[in-house]
């Protein structure tokens, strides 16, 4: 699309809309969060990030949503590959429930998560608990963040000349070689940037893992849920303070996910 410079009132007045938009919803709310987790001096800060509830909370967010991350990104793969190679009955049924966890809320994926694996429940394993537990966390994240490695990696598998493969099995490569040395080449930024917005939504999520993790302090509570929990508990320094280092991660996120774009850009282009 071809870009001009603005000369109408009209094209300024749109412009300044679209800034001012930008602005109150996201410029205002993150210097509010700078502004009250500095506002009492350093020290708080420092108290904050040494609370052993605070790392816990930290480390339950990390870990799950890179476990998140691994699993997506194995199936996330698999999925794609299946929807853009494979023809059988039901393939566009499968293709939209995909994009389920894109309209489903995920207080309700909570609680069907509880349904099915809680106490009593359809799928309740009797070896190791799953609601309230952090394995309950883990299939949380990884549910709201299932679909973003196989939608960006699934529409440029389909852009993929067949022609290399096609040589790579002539001088008798193997299927996996084919696979690592061929197409994984190809897909690499796509899988990167899928794998950015996978951490990204796992991360911050906390509806789902609230309802199914029960937000027990020191055992289930996610950084989300601390913020959630600092509020309730008039500790506005600690839920500014953990919202300050979320803000961080998703400015780190932003700026990665930017640069993929751009690389997949010139990669196409």
Excluded at 14 to 28: D, E, K, Q
Excluded at 31 to 60: C, Q, R, W
Excluded at 193 to 204: D, H
């Amino acid at each position: 699309m071809r870009e001009i410079k603005p000369r109408s009132p009209l094209a300024f007045l749109l412009i300044g809309i679209a800034v001012l938009y930008a602005v109150i919803l996201f410029i205002a709310p993150l210097v509010a969060i700078i502004y009250g987790a500095f506002k009492d001096g350093i020290d708080p800060i420092i108290e904050t990030l040494t609370d052993p509830s605070v790392l816990h909370a930290f480390e339950v967010s990390l870990v799950l949503a890179l476990g998140a991350v691994l699993i997506n990104t194995i199936f996330g793969l698999v999925t794609a590959w299946v929807l853009v190679r494979q023809k059988f009955r039901g393939r566009g049924i499968f293709n939209t429930l995909i994009d389920i966890p894109f309209v489903f809320s995920p207080v309700i994926a909570g609680y069907a998560m509880i349904v099915l694996f809680g106490r009593g429940g359809w799928l309740a394993p009797p070896i190791f608990p799953i609601v309230f537990a952090l394995p309950g966390i883990l299939l949380a994240k990884t549910f709201v963040s299932l679909p973003f490695v196989a939608r960006e990696v699934q529409p440029v598998l389909d852009s993929i000349s067949p022609e290399p493969e096609d040589a790579a099995y002539t001088i008798g490569a193997s299927r996996w070689a084919t696979f690592r040395r061929v197409i994984l080449p190809e897909l690499w930024t796509a899988l990167l940037y899928g794998i950015v917005l996978t951490f990204a939504r796992a991360v911050g999520e906390f509806g789902a893992v609230s309802v199914v993790g029960g937000n027990i302090e020191g055992y289930t509570e996610t950084a989300t849920s601390f913020v959630f929990r600092a509020l309730n508990d008039r500790n506005s320094t600690g839920a500014y303070v953990v919202s300050l280092i979320l803000c961080l991660v998703s400015v780190l996120i932003l700026f990665l996910m930017n640069l993929l774009r751009r690389r997949m850009v010139v990669s196409r282009g």
